[in-house]
């Protein structure tokens, strides 16, 4: 069983940054992709960006994210980030780590294996 614990969410304003950690003790996480996903009030849950599994894992991201978000993740520290700059309002939502048992991520909910709690990022105008 893998557990994730998202960490980072806050208050902040438009065009400030936030930097969201995604944190498990998996022994094997390492070769999983991770995903974050977001979801806003009375929105579907929806991709966000993802880093393949092992060392040097490939990413890519939603349009509405890229150039503004990265995933990183650092595995001697079993830890996946989320660097968000250039916050929007629109970028409100709670976020969600997800962990997939296959090395190459989806970006449909389906393609995940494991969550976490989710954590609040409010950006005010």
């Known amino acids: 069983q893998v557990q994730l614990v998202e960490s980072g969410g806050g208050l902040v304003q438009a065009g400030y940054s936030l930097r969201l950690s995604c944190a498990t003790s998996?022994?094997?996480?390492?070769?999983?992709?991770v995903g974050w996903f977001r979801q806003a009030p009375g929105k579907e849950r929806e991709f966000v960006g993802v880093?393949?599994?092992?060392?040097?894992?490939?990413?890519y991201y939603a349009d509405s994210v890229k150039g503004r978000f990265t995933v990183s993740r650092d595995n001697a520290k079993n830890t996946v980030y989320l660097q968000m700059n250039s916050l929007k309002p629109e970028d409100t939502a709670v976020y969600y780590c997800a962990a997939s048992v296959r090395t190459v991520g989806g970006r449909s909910p389906r393609d995940y294996d494991y969550w976490g709690q989710g954590t609040q990022v409010t950006v005010s105008s």
């Open positions: 998996g022994r094997t996480f390492s070769f999983y992709a």
């Open positions: 880093i393949g599994g092992r060392s040097g894992g490939s990413t």
